[in-house]
């Protein structure tokens, strides 16, 4: 079980490993593509600047600083043949005012209305910490993206005396936005897979596991039907042999006028123990009826049965003191059952909660009660020993599984397969560190 669990955690964290990466890798791959559009575009514009500065001389710099018309119209031509040629959206001339000198914008307004947002690079030129073309960042004006580039435009002297913008919008920005939508789509989806196969994975497993514990249980189960064959037969020959003795010694007590009753009582727990075994032996061997073909079902009265039960185990705890909890079961109640395989389910509950109560180190308080509903017999054995944690408790019934180091791990495994050849179920209710509480419900009809 815990391998199939720490499997199913190995394979849930590789799918989120994956997706993870490859949505990584997603949106790697769009960054590098914007800064590889981005950086095309703020190459273009450089040499789009350069080359307009080269169309510009000193001298119409000069004339165009001197209020000049025909200097303005010459290098507005130019202007509007660098915007036309190259697709831009702007391109125009500025002082170290952020004046415009000339423009192919339009608008009226003579100021430069980008100066806070690039006047540093328009800066660097004119207080000479800068001689080549500067490209901005993208940025958003209105509902545009825009790039820019400036370039100076040196006078006959070499002093710079204005500066040369060009702007264009950046188009590519739809494509990306495009992209960006489309990666969240695959993203979405890859993480709906991602949970689609996790979930088919697990039911998958699941299945698996079920299988894989299948098998192993029934590889469990015909060792230890082998087992306990080889047990029970080994174990019927002493027993007729024990048998044999105690009639011998019944009849030589019985010539003495000796009073037999040990002798019959070494017989009779014989004959009972003997139908253990048969029984046993019939379930190893798959025979129909299994545990229970050697017994006949018969009336039993409850209250002479739990009287019994509690000397037995009185007998066997001796050196211990047993607290009994109140019996509420009915007096005079009378059940049909099969009384040796009903004792044994119940001395192996009760001897299970004594050894529970002394490894807890507490005193022997158990209870044992046995009810008539409407439909079914109820059974509750009660102990006041260490409890059971809830991990452990569908491991109970398993064969070999135990918490008790003389166990065998075959009490409980064994139990569960006679309540249920009875037809009947068995439930647990515990509390870690106060109580345990086995309640068998068993059909009114024993042979139902």
Known sequence: MFGGTKKLWLVALFSIVLIVLVNLAWWIFYDKTEAILDGQLGRRLALVANTGAMRITAADIEALMSADFEAFVKISDILEDIRLL????????????YQYLATTSYETDSTYLLAPLNGRFIDSFFYSLEENALVTESYQTGSIYLKSAFVPLPDSLGLVVAVLGVEAPVDFFESLIELKNNLYFSSLLSVLAGIVFGIIFLLVQRSLNQAE????????HSHLGRMVAVISHEIKNPLMIIRGAAERLK???AKENEHPEESDFIIEEVDRLNQIVTGYLSFARGTTGG????????????AEFIAKMKADLGQKYADQKIEWISDNSPPGLVI???????????LNLLINGAEACLSAEKPLKLGISILEQAEFIEI???D?????PKREIKKLFEPFYTTRQQGSGLGLYLTLKIVEELKGRIDIQSEPGEKTEFIIYLPKEPNQ
């Open 86 to 97: 190259d697709s831009l959206s702007e391109v125009f001339l500025l002082d170290e005012n």
């Open 213 to 220: 514990a299948r098998l192993v249980l029934s590889e469990t």
């Open 251 to 253: 009849k030589f007590l």
């Open 291 to 302: 545990i229970l073909a050697a017994s006949q079902s018969e009336p039993v009265k409850v």
């Open 336 to 346: 049909d059952s099969y009384p040796r395989v009903l004792r044994q389910i119940l």
């Open 380 to 382: 509750r054995v009660l």
């Open 384 to 388: 006041f020993g260490a409890g059971i």
